[in-house]
């Protein structure tokens, strides 16, 4: 009996030192999506207060590829990332829509875009996160890349940088234009 009271946590920790061992190096940003290859879920959100439009399943599934940045104004890391959302819209030459995720106040959406710089082809006010739950977001910001027939090509956890707009983003927008 003392012989398996000693071997069990050993046998335990060596699984589990396994496991961590095995993970080491890949990149955390990479989350298998169920959606990858499948249409995106349809949707229709209001537009933030102010404006006159907002934002529907239909706009990203106009023959074109799009991109969809979920964001929030009370995103540290959003805000990071904005200045390479609006040059994504710049250098992309495909409309960059936007999905304001949980706000506690709408006003907080357009407040944030009025400071940053509003990129957007158009937003969409996901209050309750029923949408954002649809697409399967894990949190924001999280960036989506749609083809021309409304299918989820790919998707970026956490906030796009320098190297990922270069390397990824830019490259898989021009291999589905292409």
């Known amino acids: 009996m003392r012989f398996w009271i000693a071997v069990i946590p050993l046998v335990l920790f060596a699984a589990l030192a396994g496991v961590f061992l095995t993970n080491i190096g890949k990149d955390t940003s990479v989350v298998p999506s169920a959606l990858l290859g499948k249409p995106a879920p349809d ?3 209001p537009p933030l207060p102010g404006r006159d439009r907002g934002l529907s399943r239909a706009d990203i599934s106009k023959g074109e590829v799009s991109v969809l940045n979920v964001f929030a104004s009370w995103c540290i890391p959003c805000r ?20 304001n995720y949980k706000e506690k106040d709408p006003q907080d959406g357009v407040n944030w875009l009025d400071e940053l710089g ?28 749609i083809d021309g027939t409304g299918q989820i090509r790919y998707k ?19 291999e589905l234009k292409g």
Do not use: C, W
């Open 80 to 99: 990071a990332e904005h200045p390479l959302i609006k040059r994504l819209a710049r250098e992309a030459d495909v409309p960059v829509y936007g999905l």
């Open 43 to 45: 949707f229709q959100l």
């Open 156 to 174: 970026h956890v956490g906030p796009i940088s320098n190297q990922v707009l270069e390397e990824v983003l830019l490259p898989k927008i021009a």
């Open 118 to 145: 509003d990129p957007y082809a158009a937003v969409g006010m996901d209050l309750s996160g029923r949408t954002g739950i649809d697409f399967g977001v894990y949190g924001v910001p999280e960036t989506f890349i």
